[in-house]
């Protein structure tokens, strides 16, 4: 069933880049429960933020009566999209892509309902594995212009520095795709990043060629900070959804540690607060507005990490930071407790080092790049070199300093890199 105009609450959210037919598109919305899909190439083992906006743009169709479907790239990443890259993608075995599927899934079911007449997972390897190529290029191919192909700004940047033919055909498969979602699922959105504009586009133009019916694209604004860097990057490397990967408290702490600029656009990508109390932030400052950062990066928390991560998080910031109370009145849809919250150092994130691994007296630099917190040991040097590394609230100036076990405090040793990342050394 339809619940309200989708199209209208995705453009105050700031989800709209691009639309083939707007009016057409928003009438269909509002009169008809509408099948879309996103693809997604399953070259990693986890999905990270970049990939929020898409599966929060999903997650808004379902909640307004639509169908999404996620279709995981198993054949396409055995190509390699060229949009956005200079290089051409790792080959990926067919049990790597099956085995990242299986962990996408998992991480959809947070955002999706999966089930009957509810949101779909499909692998397009199971139609695109099976294709015979010279009926592929007499029934699909005839309908590409390779001139017009070399006009689109993917293949003329891939032209300076190589375009594999294998490359070359993914527009096609791409197409191919929404034209065979299109026949099995009554398919008639595709939506994606605005960097796939020219593959969408191509989709729903094949489909008006090949099934004489109109079908419609949409893309997502690509986005960055307000700083100007790319959403879901940090100095340690990309923020994941996979807990094991990014723990439900450095995901939280990304949030808190967004823009001034960002909070209020950010609350309307990623959460489900009414637009109504959302635009109130865009007029807050100072403590007002960190509070709104708490209320962000719990929500946030919570849809990606569930209830409990959230709170386990929010308690392991209050004790590296201290408490800040939500006012009742700020964004008061939010779950969020209110009241003082009671801090948690054991929440914090942290790894294990044993006395004998302490007697060995390792160097610093190199313990923050083995356990990731830095991108190398290099950074780690120049990190400490700039003042941000501290141990115990005490700053580290030698970037030869080892660790032993005089620094053991209470079973641990708590490492602050910059003003807002902690990490306990656990010493068991």
């Not at 928003?26 to 599966?55: N, R, W």
Request: proline content about 4%; overall charge negative.
């Amino acid at each position: 069933m339809i619940q309200g105009n989708v199209y209208q609450e995705m453009g105050r959210r700031g989800f709209i880049q691009q639309v083939t037919d707007p009016e057409p598109l928003q009438d269909m919305l509002q009169k008809e429960a509408v099948t879309c899909y996103v693809g997604f190439d399953p070259t990693a083992d986890s999905l990270h933020v970049g990939h929020l906006m898409a599966i929060m743009g999903m997650s808004q169709l379902q909640r307004h009566g639509h169908r999404p479907i996620a279709i995981i790239g198993g054949g396409t990443a055995m190509v390699g999209d060229p949009t956005g890259k200079t290089e051409m993608r790792k080959m990926l075995t067919r049990e790597q892509i099956v085995a990242n599927g299986e962990k996408f899934k998992v991480q959809f079911s947070r955002y999706l309902d999966f089930g009957p007449d509810k949101a779909l997972m499909v692998d397009n390897y199971d139609w695109l594995g099976e294709l015979k190529y010279i009926e592929f290029l007499r029934d699909i191919g005839r309908h590409f212009s390779v001139n017009r192909m070399l006009t689109y700004e993917t293949y003329k940047m891939r032209l300076e520095k190589g375009l594999s033919f294998l490359e070359f055909n993914y527009q096609l498969l791409q197409a191919y795709d929404f034209l065979m979602l299109f026949k099995t699922h009554g398919c008639r959105l595709q939506m994606g990043g605005d960097d796939q504009w020219a593959n969408i586009l191509a989709g729903a133009d094949l489909i008006r060629r090949v099934e004489e019916c109109d079908a419609y694209g949409l893309t997502f604004p690509l986005l960055t900070t307000a700083a100007g860097k790319k959403m879901g990057k940090t100095e340690s490397g990309a923020v994941w959804l996979d807990p094991e990967k990014t723990s439900p408290y450095e995901y939280y702490q990304y949030w808190y540690n967004s823009d001034d600029r960002d909070v209020a656009r950010f609350l309307g990508f990623f959460t489900y607060l009414p637009m109504e109390e959302i635009e109130t932030v865009k007029e807050l400052q100072g403590a007002d507005l960190n509070s709104a950062k708490v209320v962000l990066a719990y929500e946030a928390t919570c849809i990606t990490h569930g209830e409990t991560a959230a709170q386990e998080a929010m308690r392991a910031a209050a004790a590296a930071f201290g408490c800040r109370e939500i006012p009742a009145a700020l964004l008061p849809s939010s779950s969020v407790p209110r009241g003082a919250v009671t801090g948690n150092e054991a929440a914090m994130p942290g790894s294990d080092l044993t006395p004998a691994q302490l007697a060995a007296a390792p160097r610093l630099v190199d313990v923050m790049a083995e356990l990731g917190l830095v991108a190398s040991k290099g950074d780690a040097r120049r990190l400490i070199q700039g003042g941000g590394v501290y141990l115990n609230n005490e700053r580290v100036d030698d970037i030869n300093f080892s660790l032993s076990m005089a620094l053991v405090q209470e079973g641990r040793i708590v490492l602050r890199l910059g003003k807002k990342r902690f990490h306990q050394l656990v010493i068991r």
